[in-house]
């Protein structure tokens, strides 16, 4: 047994290296996919290739499994001398091994081509196509070798079984396992049973009297001191923080990060500083406009639930400034959400300059005019003075 | 010991057991398959099929209802009838009882499925069934337990047996639970109002629905198990001493956990304290069962190996020590944070039906069938086949699940360096789709293990010949009984049911007395806030609507004392804002976002495309499609009587308003119609969605008035 030790380790290397190989192909995969949709990572694609990484594991195990029964099986056989059995068992291993193995290769080899084909535009939760599929098909195929991988080991377990262990061995086994069980869980041996076995019979159902498992005992104990200090601490003087301490703890915490983020950011506009910005800007907040937006004002800035942005014509004043501060505070009166807790200040600013920049163009069902004439900030809206009533609410 | 008396001959009544069996196995199919469609409609809403009996909001309730109550409540009597009788040595206290007692429950059952599909519904889950329902399921209810303690009067063995106690503590609790918590008021001959309000109605509704998982899904299994698991295996119970404490224990403790379901709600922080520590105590008590079962396997683990049924009754036993941890643990408020509203909650739960309740029942109808038809199972390959099968359904479907119940939390909290939201909420719904793919996948292997099984057993059924009443004998017990010296101090109630009913009544009622009472009468636990009102008849109207389309299964309104939710959804919802909601309709999962501040967030145009075609507001989102609501007309007939029933509740409309209510209900209407107008939308004002509409923008904006007549009072 501890010479076919070493080659058990041995051929895990082997089994595995591939593994490893297969791994790092796939985090090769995974970057570019990554950023063209979440910024920070996708949790479907780790999902996935996760998954991958897992079955292929258990594709290890199964295979390791299998190869030490064969030797196990193959030890039987020549002890037993050889019979067409053991020829059978021997050609299934190897068919195994080979189909454990040929599938690795296998998934390497296409996890390897992946990345050439990888900027398809289209995207499934954020997967680059090519690569979804792809791994849906890298799952399927190892589940496929899981699959086949069970019904051979179950397959040699019977073949094993048909030739039992010798009795005492079996016997020794048992008696060596369970002892430590025993003591762990102060249960009185199988052996000794009748001691503690209870006079009643209910309809063939017996009744020992076994301890009560000290850990489980203990552990109780333990569950109901825990709960006196937690109501202590929580509810009787021993000051521990109620959900709204929690809550007003948590809320400092965050605007404290975000004072600090903003200071030495570049990032802090607003509707004081908020200026037109350049084509990049535009493109980015075009971006935004059509997912958020365009739900209201139409894809094309025409209008629809919510007014026109083409033309001319304002509700709440038609300078970047007044565009920033609508879409930063909203007018929640007449259906305009509040976007500051959604989006940054850059990104109103995005928002301003792609809106601002629809000036002038032609949408496709252009909504009727709403507001006052404000070309660009040149002309005095008549509710002036409303606005800036309104504003100075929301923006307290 | 009784040796000197004659034995008596009886029949036990293995029919009543058969009939239960067949139900447990139909109504499992149909509950599975109406959880798998459910599943399927949010990866493809389309399968909501635009019409109100198959969309999700009604399609989840009936799923959930089936499986609790049909097929683990079936699975129950069928377990209780065998057993009862067996542990007894006597037959069944009445036939026509047994029978009234199965009609009766597959009345109830396709009462609930008709009236659930058609909208009727007290919005509480897994209490939505209404009025007229709950009192048929009290009267059958009632029928089981003179039944059962019928039964265990005319016994023939003089103690009772664990399984027992368990099936009388099930019985009491079941009963108390229900009736507490089904307390309403009806208007209609099929709508009534929860008679609570708000918090209060949030605390007796997860009082009752986390007891409905204590004392419907798992004690009477408990019981079950404690019979069948030793009897197959063929093996004594491991310990009678972990038998009572962990009975004792479990009951007790399981009562006051329900808090749990709300912490950093609205509840007095005090009461989710309670829930919290109480879930932490349980942990051992569940555990005993657990290893009652198990370890009373010692010695037989060989059998195990063999047997597809012990397979069956290993693994569920495993997955109730599995899901009786993580119940504690998803009830500590750190970690809760994180779980709830999630599917990390779904997934949970699965580990248990599917797991304990599911696998639990496979294993005693492969046992029970053959038995009772005098043969062998038809295939035991088969058998082993769906324990593989269903055990990897349960695994695809809850291990998808946790990852999507972490991934929505880290979304859901997540912030920018600028402070801002990092996800739109509909973000994380899109992300979810895959995940939603692969668990359907699970419920579909577990599905096909369920008509694996179903086959195999209408094989062995054909193959044998039922023994519709079973011959047994047993002496009856003495007049007198002469206690042995040194018995254990339990023998003495052992001997006594209804001693045993009466302690179990006051062991489980004093959790929920200490909980509820405070929380009804002590005033600084719901602190008063002035600006908030009644509904218009109008809104009311659209809450009633709200709750019949099951809006609740996907939406809460429970906005929680955090950065991220405030920022998400706005300032975190008081106790005192809700104390006119009669049901409360804080919800326990988040499929789609928050609606506690919904109120004017939205142009009433938005809502009006959004039910429509939700699809064409937020595009990507799972939402189904409301054109039903474009085509009701708002019911005014029943409107006054709505208004009286709040008003016997306590709600303070004007002397009178019921008369007047229409009035005013069709001049906001017609509002409501106006301003749709300004936005090009032309829809009749008597259409339910205008109702739905008013109660969208009416909800959560009360104390806003309040906020802004302290900051205009400041200025």
């Known amino acids: ?396 | 010991m009784d040796n000197t008396l004659q034995t008596e001959k009886f029949y036990y009544d293995n029919k009543i057991v058969k009939w239960f069996a067949y139900a447990t196995i139909l109504w499992g199919l149909v509950g599975m398959l109406v959880g798998l469609l459910a599943a399927l409609q949010l990866v493809f809403p389309v399968l909501n099929l635009n019409t109100a009996a198959t969309s999700f909001g009604r399609v989840r309730p009936v799923h959930t209802n089936a499986v609790i109550f049909a097929f683990v409540g079936n699975g129950i009597f069928m377990g209780v009838y065998y057993s009862l009788q067996r542990l007894c040595k006597a037959r069944m206290f009445s036939d026509a009882l047994s029978k009234l007692h199965f009609w009766g429950w597959q009345l109830i059952i396709v009462c609930a499925a008709v009236s659930l599909l058609a909208g009727y519904t007290t919005g509480k889950e897994y209490a939505e069934l209404e009025w007229p329902i709950d009192i048929l399921i009290t009267l059958v209810w009632v029928t089981f337990g003179i039944n059962m303690f019928g039964t265990i009067i005319k016994r023939r063995e003089r103690h009772l047996y664990v399984a027992i106690w368990f099936y009388i503590a099930t019985f009491v609790t079941v009963a108390m639970l229900h009736i507490v918590n089904s307390w309403e008021i009806p208007f209609t001959w099929m709508k009534s109002y929860s008679w609570y309000a708000g918090v209060q109605d949030a605390l007796v509704q997860w009082w009752y629905g986390h007891n409905a998982v204590a004392f419907f899904l798992t004690t009477p299994y408990l019981g079950v198990m404690y019979y069948f698991l030793p009897k197959i295996a063929n093996r004594p119970v491991y310990s009678y001493r972990l038998s009572i404490i962990h009975f004792w224990a479990l009951i007790f403790l399981y009562i006051w956990a329900g808090p749990h379901h709300l912490l950093y709600t609205a509840l007095p922080d005090w009461a989710q304290s309670l829930g919290t520590v109480f879930s932490v105590m349980l942990i051992a008590p569940s555990w005993g069962g657990m290893l009652n079962g198990l370890l009373t396997l010692r010695g037989a683990w060989d059998k195990v190996r063999e047997d597809p049924v012990l397979k069956f009754i290993v693994v569920a036993v495993t997955a109730y020590g599995m899901a009786t941890f993580e119940g504690p643990m998803l009830s500590l408020k750190n970690v809760n944070a994180i779980s709830h509203f999630t599917d990390w909650t779904i997934a949970h739960v699965h580990v248990g039906a599917l797991g304990w309740n599911g696998f639990l029942t496979f294993g005693v109808l492969y046992w029970l069938i053959p038995r009772i038809f005098k043969t062998n199972l038809f295939s035991q390959k088969l058998a082993n086949w769906h324990f593989w099968i269903g055990t990897l359904g349960i695994v695809f479907y809850a291990v998808p699940m946790y990852w999507a119940g972490f991934m929505q939390s880290l979304a859901w909290k997540e912030f920018t360096p600028e402070g801002q939201l990092k996800y739109q909420f509909l973000e994380t719904v899109t992300q979810m789709r895959p995940f939603y793919m692969m668990r359907s996948i699970g419920g579909t292997l577990y599905l096909l293990g369920a008509i694996m099984m179903t086959y195999n057993l209408i094989k062995t059924i054909r193959a044998g010949k039922a023994v519709n009443d079973e011959a047994a004998e047993a002496a009856p017990l003495a007049k007198t009984y002469v206690e042995h010296s040194g018995s254990h101090w339990h023998r003495w109630i052992e001997r006594r049911p209804m001693q045993m009913m009466v302690l179990s009544l006051i062991v489980v009622g004093i959790g929920g007395l200490i909980e509820i009472v405070p929380t009804f009468l002590v005033k600084s636990n719901i602190p008063t806030i002035s600006s908030v009102k009644p509904y218009t008849p109008l809104e009311l109207q659209g809450r009633d609507i709200y709750v019949r389309e099951g809006c609740y299964t996907c939406h809460s309104q429970m906005v929680r004392p955090f950065r991220s939710e405030v920022a998400r959804y706005g300032e975190y919802s008081k106790a005192g804002e809700f104390v006119y909601d009669h049901p409360f309709q804080w919800g326990s999962k988040r499929t789609g976002p928050d609606l506690a501040r919904i109120g004017g967030k939205y142009p009433n145009s938005w809502h009006f495309n959004h039910m429509y075609e939700p699809s064409s507001m937020s595009p990507g989102s799972i939402m189904p499609s409301y054109p039903w609501l474009f085509e009701n007309d708002i019911d005014t007939a029943v409107m006054g009587a709505k208004i009286r029933a709040m008003q016997t509740l306590g709600v303070p409309y004007p002397e009178g308003f019921d008369k007047v209510a229409n009035v005013e209900l069709m001049k906001q209407a017609e509002s409501i119609k106006q301003n749709l107008a300004g936005d090009k939308i032309e829809i009749k004002s008597n259409r339910e969605i205008i109702a739905l509409i008013a109660y969208l923008q009416r909800m959560g904006t009360d104390i806003k008035l309040e906020q802004k007549a302290t900051t205009a009072s400041n200025n």
């Open chain 1, 1 to 396: 047994m501890r010479t076919s030790f070493h080659k058990i380790i041995l051929t895990a290397l082997g089994l595995g290296f591939p593994a490893l190989l297969f791994a790092a192909e796939q985090a090769a995969v995974a970057v570019p996919a990554e950023k063209s949709v979440w910024t920070s990572f996708n949790a479907v694609l780790i999902g996935l290739v996760c998954l991958v990484l897992i079955l292929l594991l258990s594709i290890l195990i199964l295979g390791n499994t299998l190869r030490q029964l064969g030797f196990v099986y193959r030890d039987k056989m020549r002890s037993e001398r050889s019979t067409p059995g053991a020829i059978k068992a021997v050609l299934l291993l190897l068919a195994a091994t080979g189909i454990s193995k040929m599938a690795m290769a296998q998934d390497a080899a296409a996890a390897a081509a992946a990345p050439a084909e990888a900027p398809v535009s289209n995207f499934i939760s954020g997967i680059p196509k090519f690569d979804f599929y792809f791994l849906m098909g890298a799952i399927t195929l190892e589940l496929l070798v899981i699959i086949t991988l069970t019904l051979l080991i179950r397959t040699v377990v019977r073949l094993l079984n048909a030739q039992p262990e010798t009795e005492t061995a079996a016997a020794t086994k048992k008696v060596i396992k369970i002892s430590f069980w025993d003591r762990f869980n102060k249960v009185v041996p199988i052996e000794k049973e009748q001691d503690i076995m209870l006079d009643h019979d209910y309809d063939g159902i017996r009744e020992l009297d076994n301890s009560l498992p000290p850990w489980w005992k203990y552990g109780f104990y333990l569950t109901i001191v825990t709960a006196v200090i937690y109501l202590w601490y929580y509810h009787m003087g021993g000051n521990g923080p109620s959900s709204y301490d929690e809550y007003v703890a948590e809320v400092q915490k965050g605007e404290e990060a975000k004072a600090a983020y903003l200071a030495k950011s570049a990032n802090n506009v607003d509707e004081n500083t908020v200026k037109m910005l350049d084509a990049a800007g535009i493109t980015a907040g075009q971006n935004i406009f059509q997912t958020t937006c365009a739900a209201c004002h139409a894809k094309d800035g025409g209008g629809g639930v919510g007014p026109n942005l083409t033309d001319d014509y304002w509700l709440h004043g038609g300078k970047i400034s007044d565009v920033f501060k609508s879409i930063k505070y909203g007018w929640v009166d007449k259906g305009m959400k509040s976007w500051k807790d959604d989006f940054s200040p850059i990104q109103l600013a995005q928002l301003a300059s792609y809106v601002k920049s629809l000036q002038g163009t032609k949408p496709a069902a252009p909504k009727e005019k709403q507001g006052e004439l404000d070309k660009d900030g040149q002309a005095v809206p008549a509710d002036q003075g409303a606005a800036t009533k309104d504003s100075t609410i929301a923006s307290k």
